[in-house]
C-alpha cells in the first residue's frame, strides 16, 4: 500500500497578519439550475430552513457581523494537506507525489455540524491510498465521485488520470471526472478548492441529489452538455464515494443513483465507509442494499475500522447481468 502523508493546520496559522481566505470559487456550469440544500436536513428535519446553530447557512462561511467579538474564540477554519507518493510505474521526472491542499472546516465547527462536507473524514484518505495502489482502476475511464465534499478522493483521481494516461496506449482518450455533491455549502468550497488546484478541463463540479428521478436528469443534462456521441454508453464507468452514508434513510436513493449512473454490466463502484458508533448505519445495511439493488460486492482493505468495497452488477449463473 502506497500511504499519504497529511499535515493538518488551522488556517489561522496560514494567513499572514489576520489575512481572509478570498472567495475565487468557480461558479456553477452554465445552464445548470442548482437547488440550495444542506445534509443537516436529512440529518435534523425541524432545520429544514437553518443550520444546526439555528442561523441561515450562507455557503459555509456563517460569519455575522451582528455577532460581539471574541478574541480567544478559535478559528473554525482549516488547511488540510496531503502528499501521496506515487508508485514507480508512473512516476515522471517532474512528478513523484500528488500534493493536495484543502480549504474548509475542523470537525467540530458548527459549519461542519450543517454541512458535513466542509471538512475532511478519515475514509476519504483510506480510499486515496488504495486509490493510488490501484491507479490503472481510473486509467481511460468516465469516473464520477458521490458526496465529494473538499474534493480529496477527487483531486487525487484527477491527478492520477492525467499521470497514468500520459502512459497509457489508448492515447485518443483521456478520462474524464465528474466530482458531486447535494450540499450547496459544501459545493462551494469544492469549487473553491478545485480552482486552486488549477485543474484542466477534464474535472467539473455539479450538484447531484440522490434518487431515480435527479439522478436521471443529471445524466441526461451532463451528457447533453458534454455533446456525447448517442452510441456512447451515457453512464460511468467508476463510481467513488467516501463517508457518504450518516442516516439509513438515504440508502435507497443512494443506491437508485448507483443503479443509474452505474455503466452496465462493466462498471464498479469503489466505496470506503467508517464505523462509528454515533452513525446508525452499519455495513452490514448497506451491504443488503446494495444486494437489493441488483450489486454483488467484494472487501478489498480493512485498516483500521475502515472498509473499501467494491461493487459490481451481480451476474446470474446464466452470465445475463
Known amino acids: 500500500m502506497v500511504a499519504g502523508h497529511r499535515i493538518n493546520t488551522t488556517a489561522q496559522n496560514i494567513m499572514s497578519s489576520g489575512e481572509e481566505e478570498k472567495s475565487s470559487a468557480a461558479p456553477a456550469p452554465e445552464g445548470c439550475n442548482e437547488t440550495k440544500w444542506v445534509d443537516a436536513w436529512i440529518r435534523w428535519p425541524e432545520d429544514e430552513n437553518k443550520g444546526i446553530s439555528g ?3 450562507d ?3 456563517n460569519d455575522s457581523d ?3 467579538f471574541d478574541p480567544f474564540a478559535q478559528d473554525p477554519k482549516q488547511i488540510f494537506s496531503f502528499s501521496f507518493a506515487l508508485p514507480d510505474s508512473i512516476v515522471t521526472d517532474k512528478n513523484s507525489t500528488i500534493d493536495i491542499e484543502l480549504h474548509g472546516y475542523s470537525d467540530d465547527s458548527d459549519q461542519a455540524w450543517s454541512s458535513t462536507g466542509l471538512t475532511l473524514w478519515r475514509a476519504a484518505e483510506h480510499l ?3 486509490l493510488v495502489a490501484h491507479y490503472e482502476l481510473l486509467q481511460d475511464k468516465r469516473i464520477l465521485e458521490l458526496g465529494v465534499g473538499l474534493g480529496l478522493v477527487g483531486i487525487l483521481a484527477h491527478q492520477l488520470c492525467s499521470l497514468s494516461n500520459s502512459n497509457s496506449s489508448n492515447s485518443s482518450y483521456s478520462s474524464n471526472v465528474v466530482v458531486t ?3 450547496t455549502d459544501a459545493l462551494a468550497k469544492l469549487r473553491h478548492n478545485v480552482q486552486r488546484h488549477k485543474l484542466n478541463r477534464n474535472i467539473s463540479c455539479r450538484q447531484l441529489l440522490w434518487g431515480t428521478q ?7 443534462q451532463y451528457n447533453v452538455e458534454m455533446k456525447r456521441p448517442q452510441s456512447s454508453p ?9 463517508d457518504i452514508v450518516y442516516v439509513d434513510t438515504i440508502l435507497p436513493p443512494l443506491f437508485e443513483t448507483i443503479q443509474t449512473l452505474l455503466n452496465k454490466p462493466n462498471g464498479i463502484f469503489v466505496f470506503a465507509y467508517c464505523s462509528r458508533r454515533q452513525v446508525p448505519v452499519t455495513i452490514g445495511m448497506v451491504l443488503k442494499h446494495a444486494t437489493n439493488a441488483g450489486f454483488s460486492y467484494q472487501l478489498e482493505e480493512e485498516v483500521d475500522g475502515i472498509f473499501v468495497y ?3 452488477w451481480h451476474v446470474d449463473n446464466g452470465g445475463s447481468s
Request: glycine residues 8%; aromatic residues 12%; hydrophobic residues 25%.
Open 181 to 183: 455533491d447535494g450540499d
Open 234 to 242: 451515457p453512464q460511468f464507468d467508476v463510481l467513488l464515494a467516501s
Open 55 to 57: 442561523q441561515e447557512t
Open 66 to 68: 451582528d455577532e460581539p
Open 214 to 220: 435527479t439522478t436521471e436528469q443529471f445524466l441526461d
Open 310 to 312: 467494491s461493487f459490481r
Open 128 to 130: 486515496c491510498n488504495y
Open 59 to 61: 455557503g459555509g462561511d
